[in-house]
């Protein structure tokens, strides 16, 4: 499967952003999905994960109660939906797939180009 991220961009504290994933094929929805990020200087972690139904999502501590993961299998779009952004939100920003559970980096079998989210202070 393809997948290219987008939606990234510069935002103030306190906005919103839904960044999108656009995967290619027919295989989407037999993947578990994700989004990771990658700040400056930091390595890539999780931010979030969907069931290939999407009837089960996780976060990580900072995203839980400002970020939804979703996904519509029908269009073979995940998405992210980014509240009550803050600064230390900044970062490039990647989707996953995996025939396991992409919670973390060695688990994810395909990546998509990330998509730069900038956050002012």
């Known amino acids: 499967v393809q997948l290219q991220a987008s939606g990234g961009g510069l935002v103030q504290a306190g906005d919103s952003l839904r960044l999108s994933c656009a995967a290619s094929?027919?295989?989407?929805?037999?993947?578990?999905m994700g989004w990771f990020r990658q700040a400056p200087g930091k390595e890539r972690e999780s931010v979030a994960t969907?069931?290939?139904?999407?009837?089960?999502?996780s976060y990580a501590e900072f995203a839980k109660g400002r970020f939804t993961i979703s996904r519509d299998n029908a269009k073979n779009i995940l998405y992210l939906q980014m509240n009550s952004l803050k600064f230390e939100d900044t970062a490039v920003y990647y989707c996953?797939?995996?025939?396991?559970?992409?919670?973390?980096?060695?688990?994810?079998?395909?990546w998509g180009e990330g998509t730069l989210v900038t956050v002012s202070s």
């Open positions: 996953a797939a995996s025939s396991t559970w992409p919670d973390r980096v060695a688990r994810v079998n395909y």
């Open positions: 094929g027919r295989t989407f929805s037999s993947y578990n």
């Open positions: 969907i069931t290939r139904s999407g009837d089960y999502t």
